[in-house]
């Protein structure tokens, strides 16, 4: 069975997600409830560095993070997205909207 593994760490203006793993409709359940809990009052960032495979569930949690942090005045960071993150990413047509970083020392 595939596994999501989710790390949480929070800075003085943001919380991060280190993901590891795929993120699909059987493993995206809890990092859905942690982003769009936290989008309401902080920025967040997403490292997706060790993410194996993305499917449109998570491309689609990915995206409504986005729109929900523009709704609430934060930003919605990506972080490093691996080879097969960026290819799902492209393949939704959308990806130069989303603000790509590389280290957290990037964040407004």
């Not at 059987?26 to 769009?36: H, L, P």
């Not at 993305?54 to 997205?81: C, R």
Request: no cysteine; hydrophobic share 40%; charged share 20%.
């Amino acid at each position: 069975m595939e596994q999501l593994l989710i790390k949480e760490k929070s800075g003085s203006n943001y919380v991060m997600y280190e993901l590891t793993g795929s993120l699909n409709s059987y493993t995206a359940s809890e990092f859905r409830e942690k982003v769009f809990e936290n989008i309401k009052s902080t920025a967040v960032l997403v490292d997706l560095s060790q993410i194996v495979s993305i499917d449109s569930t998570g491309v689609g949690i990915i995206m409504a993070a986005f729109n929900d942090g523009e709704e609430y005045g934060h930003k919605f960071y990506l972080m490093n997205p691996s080879p097969s993150a960026r290819t799902a990413l492209e393949e939704t047509g959308f990806i130069s909207i989303f603000e790509f970083i590389h280290s957290v020392t990037e964040i407004d």
